[in-house]
C-alpha cells in the first residue's frame, strides 16, 4: 500500500477549514472570508483594497492564530506519539505519557515554581524545566529497563513506578510549598491561552522532525506487530527500531507538554479512531492521526475559551471530559480492546 495521499489531502483540507473557522470564532466575530483577504493582503498574495478595521489584522495574527497553530501542533505530536506508543507497546490504550513524560515535566514544573518568585524568570523557565524533566524521566525508564535486558513490559512497568514517584514528589511540593498554586494548576491542566508566535518557532522544528521521522518509520511499525522472530526474519533490527521510536516519540511529547501543559486523551482516542475508520495500517494511521488530533485539538481549545465567556476551561479539562466517555463508548461499540 502506498502513502495515502487522497485521505491525507483530504484530511488537510478538512483541517484548513476548521483552523479558519475556530480563527473567525470569539468576543469578536470575524468572518472566514474576512480572514482569508486579511491573510492574502498581509503574505501580498493579491492587490485588495483594505475595507475592515486595522484591530481585525491585531486579533487575528497577534491573538487567534498563534494560539491556533500551537493547539494543532501540540494536537499533532501527541496523536502522532501515541500511535507509535500503540505500535511499540501492541496495545491500543498506550498513550504519549506511559513512560513518565507527564509526571516527569509536571514535577520539574513544580520545581521552579515553588522555588523561584520572580514571575519574568518562571515564564521563561517553564518549558525548558518542562521538557528536561520529561527526558530526564524517559531516559531513566529506559535505563532501568535497558538492565533487565529491555522488555516492553518491563519498560511500562519502569515507566509506571518513575510516574508515581514523581507523583509524590510533585504533591508533596504542592502541599508545603507556596499557597498559590493557581499558576502550576494552570499548566498542568494544559491550554494555550500565552500561546505566542516565539513557542511555535521554538517546538515546531521538533515537532515537524519528529513528525518525518514517524511516517519514514511507519512500514516498519507494521513490521513490528509481528513476533520478535518473524520481524527479525524479516531483516529487522527490532531492538534498533524500538529504542528510535522511543527516543522520537518522547522528544515530541516532551515538546508539546513544554508550552501547553498536560492534554490527556488526544494521543489516545485519535489513533483508536483513525484504526477504526481506516485500519490498522501504520502507513495510514500515522499521517492521519496526527491530522484528526491536530483538528480534534483546535475545536476543544475553541469550545473552551468560547464556552463559558469571558471565562476560560483549561483545555485538558474539556478533553477529559469528552475524551474519556468518547473512548467508552468506542470499546463497547467495537466490544473489543486489542486490535
Keep these: 500500500m502506498i502513502f495515502p495521499w487522497k485521505n491525507t489531502i483530504l484530511s488537510l483540507i478538512v483541517m484548513l477549514a476548521i483552523m479558519v473557522t475556530s480563527i473567525s470564532i470569539g468576543p469578536v466575530n470575524i468572518s472566514p472570508i ?6 492574502t493582503y498581509k503574505l501580498q498574495l493579491i492587490q485588495i483594497e483594505k475595507s475592515w478595521p486595522e484591530s481585525f489584522e491585531s486579533i487575528i495574527f497577534n491573538i487567534r492564530m498563534p494560539r491556533v497553530l500551537l493547539a494543532g501542533v501540540v494536537g499533532l505530536a501527541l496523536s502522532i506519539s501515541g500511535a507509535s506508543y500503540q505500535a511499540l507497546f501492541k496495545n491500543p490504550l498506550a498513550d504519549p505519557y506511559l513512560l513518565g513524560i507527564a509526571s516527569g515535566a509536571a514535577l520539574s514544573v513544580t520545581i521552579v515554581m515553588t522555588q523561584f ?5 518562571i515564564t521563561n523557565i517553564i518549558p525548558i524545566s518542562a521538557f528536561s524533566g520529561a527526558i530526564v524521566c524517559v531516559s531513566i525508564t529506559y535505563y532501568i529497563s535497558a538492565k533487565q535486558h529491555g522488555s516492553v513490559n518491563t519498560l511500562i512497568l519502569s515507566g509506571i513506578a518513575i510516574a508515581s514517584i514523581t507523583q509524590a514528589c510533585t504533591s508533596f511540593l504542592m502541599l508545603y510549598s507556596n499557597p498559590d498554586l493557581r499558576p502550576l494548576l494552570s499548566w498542568i491542566l494544559g491550554g494555550f491561552a500565552s500561546a505566542e508566535w516565539s513557542q511555535i518557532l521554538i517546538i515546531g522544528p521538533y515537532i515537524l522532525i519528529s513528525t518525518g521521522i514517524s511516517i519514514s518509520l511507519s512500514k516498519y511499525f507494521n513490521l513490528i506487530q509481528l513476533n520478535e522472530e518473524q520481524a527479525q526474519q524479516l531483516g529487522l533490527n527490532t531492538s534498533k527500531i524500538k529504542l528510535i521510536i522511543i527516543i522520537n516519540s518522547s522528544i515530541n511529547t516532551a515538546a508539546a507538554v ?6 490527556g486523551f488526544v494521543g489516545l482516542i485519535c489513533p ?14 500515522i499521517p492521519l492521526s496526527g491530522i484528526l488530533g491536530a483538528s480534534l485539538l483546535i475545536v476543544s481549545d475553541t469550545i473552551s475559551r468560547t464556552i463559558l465567556n469571558p471565562v476560560e476551561i483549561p483545555v485538558g479539562i474539556l478533553t477529559a471530559l469528552f475524551g474519556g466517555p468518547f473512548f467508552l463508548y468506542l470499546l463497547a461499540k467495537t466490544k473489543k480492546i486489542l486490535y
Design 272 to 285: 483508536h479512531i483513525i484504526r477504526n475508520l481506516f485500519g490498522g495500517d501504520y502507513r495510514n494511521l
Design 117 to 121: 518568585q520572580n514571575s519574568h524568570l
Design 34 to 39: 474576512e480572514i482569508l483577504k486579511i491573510v
Design 258 to 263: 513544554s508550552f501547553a501543559g498536560i492534554i
